[in-house]
């Protein structure tokens, strides 16, 4: 339990306020003075009765203005905020004091060095960081933070040690130890490189009327940001590769290059030159070698699509370039390290295709850090009419013809089919209709696309009621699948062989479309 005493400037209440609390056998944890006019009191927690008790005799203290419960000392909250920055924080941050010796690092630091917190303690900061003095920095006095290059754990950091002193009187400072932060040089690097390279507005490519797409692209904004590995699911046509190159763009890489390699298409040879490259000599007297695409992204994002089709001998390799970085050219045994970002495509399951024994689990693991899916075409029905919109004036712009007229129709039309090839379908549709298209305005007819066929499930609705009732619920469920694809009553006629009249009738009886006068103007 924690009391607030919010109190004149007395001497002696503090005092008093102790008796009252020894009076009550209250054993005191913790007690903090507030330049402000506040006491704070940190004790266990007492019953209700007990504490009735004990508020009005702290309030009949002279001096004392009020007293209530609070929530924290303010200690606690200021150690809980530093530890939350600390954990926030990807730079690495040693605490040292006045005899170099480590009393606290955070989360990053033991991360990399696989050890807990009290395998570092006590510890000599300089048996971990290598190039400055700090004992020497110590004993001088340390009045002034210095800035300079260590290496920690093999790899190179901008430092910046800062002394931390504690005032001593009004003139005087006593050396309490200092803080070490390290910041990687590609860090560094990167955050210069985002002052001239970032760009986030290929994310604006995407229509994103609908909720699913505009909450995927909140995520992809923040996760585009990291550093890990990042893994984009979606069925075909979705666009995963636009959206990787989008996060790619949005990213402290933004500046470096972005290289790509299609885990389906080459056999494990050619895939492992493409990746590794090859050493001089490597097939041959003549060969000079090449730098595979692994090492050309250095510095960038390297996507990997469809990555479920990779090979188990890929999967092992790629494996050990994400632990360390590190690979060999085929053909060659001195290793290169390579500094990239990892990007996945998938279409398929990489948990199935783990469960199957397909793929490696510590991979997939390793590439599924991040997570982002796309969401299907059939499951963004607001995008699909501006996006039609969008590609038919693009569309229109590359074949250098005038824009068409887009009628309700069309665009009922396009809303309510299912579209299994998702966005790419769409623009293919709209490509070969728009190339043969003599008229000024498109219409449903005017794209090829396959009907598909839904098989309806056998359920006990079918079952109830009179054969009548049964047909008709039948026949309705067959008009309103039916009708975004012959969105008129004259198309649909047609396509079932009755009369138009007839037709019209029933989609007006089931509510079905548009009234039957509006469906006699197509």
């Not at 398929?348 to 991040?370: H, K, T, W």
Request: charged residues 25%.
């Amino acid at each position: 339990m924690r009391l607030q005493v919010s109190c004149e400037d007395r001497l002696g209440l503090t005092r008093e306020l102790l008796a009252r609390l020894e009076e009550h056998c209250i054993d005191l944890r913790g007690i903090e003075l507030d330049v402000a006019g506040f006491i704070y009191l940190n004790f266990p927690e007492l019953d209700f009765s007990r504490l009735q008790q004990l508020m009005p005799e702290i309030r009949r203290i002279q001096g004392v203005l009020d007293v209530k419960t609070v929530a924290w000392m303010p200690s606690e909250r200021e150690h809980h905020e530093v530890a939350a920055l600390l954990k926030a924080l990807p730079d690495l941050v040693f605490a040292i004091d006045a005899k170099g010796r480590i009393n606290h690092v955070n989360e990053a630091v033991l991360n990399i060095l696989r050890l807990g917190l009290k395998d570092v303690l006590g510890l000599q900061v300089g048996s971990f960081l290598r190039g400055f003095a700090f004992l020497a920095w110590l004993d001088g006095g340390a009045t002034q933070s210095e800035t300079c290059k260590l290496s920690f754990a093999g790899e190179e950091y901008l430092a910046d040690i800062l002394p931390v002193s504690i005032p001593e009187g009004t003139s005087q400072e006593c050396l309490a130890g200092a803080l070490v932060v390290l910041k990687s040089a590609r860090r560094v690097g990167h955050h210069f490189s985002l002052l001239h390279g970032y760009d986030d507005s290929r994310f604006d490519l995407f229509t994103a009327q609908s909720e699913a797409m505009r909450s995927l692209l909140h995520q992809a904004r923040r996760l585009a940001m990291q550093d890990l590995p990042l893994l984009i699911a979606g069925e075909t046509g979705t666009g995963k590769e636009m959206l990787a190159r989008a996060c790619h763009k949005g990213s402290l890489r933004a500046g470096g290059p972005f290289m790509t390699l299609n885990c389906a298409a080459l056999p494990d040879e050619v895939a492992e030159h493409e990746l590794f490259g090859s050493a001089p000599g490597a097939f041959g007297p003549a060969w000079p070698g090449k730098r595979g695409l692994l090492e050309q992204a250095n510095g960038g994002s390297f996507l990997l699509d469809e990555v479920a089709e990779m090979s188990p001998l890929l999967q092992s390799k790629l494996l050990r370039v994400l632990e360390d970085g590190r690979f060999h050219r085929v053909g060659q045994e001195q290793e290169v390290r390579v500094d990239v970002r990892i990007l996945c495509t998938t279409r398929q399951s990489l948990a199935e295709r783990v469960r199957q024994g397909r793929f490696r689990e510590d991979l997939y693991f390793r590439l599924s850090a991040l997570q982002l899916e796309l969401p299907p075409l059939r499951r963004r029905q607001a995008d699909i009419a501006p996006m039609t919109r969008q590609l038919v004036s693009r569309i229109c712009d590359e074949l250098q013809r005038s824009l068409p007229r887009l009628g309700r129709s069309l665009l009922e039309f396009v809303a309510q089919y299912p579209w299994p090839g998702n966005a790419r379908q769409l623009k293919n549709a709209l490509y070969q209709a728009l190339t043969l298209l003599d008229g000024d305005e498109l219409r449903p007819e005017d794209l090829r696309l396959p009907l598909l066929e839904q098989e309806e499930p056998i359920s006990d609705q079918w079952f109830d009621g009179s054969l009548p009732e049964a047909a008709k619920r039948f026949e309705q469920l067959m008009l309103s699948r039916l009708y975004p694809l012959y969105p008129s009553s004259r198309q649909l006629a047609k396509r079932l062989g009755i009369s138009h009249t007839a037709v019209a009738n029933k989609l007006r009886d089931y509510g079905i479309g548009r009234s039957p006068d509006a469906s006699q103007d197509d």
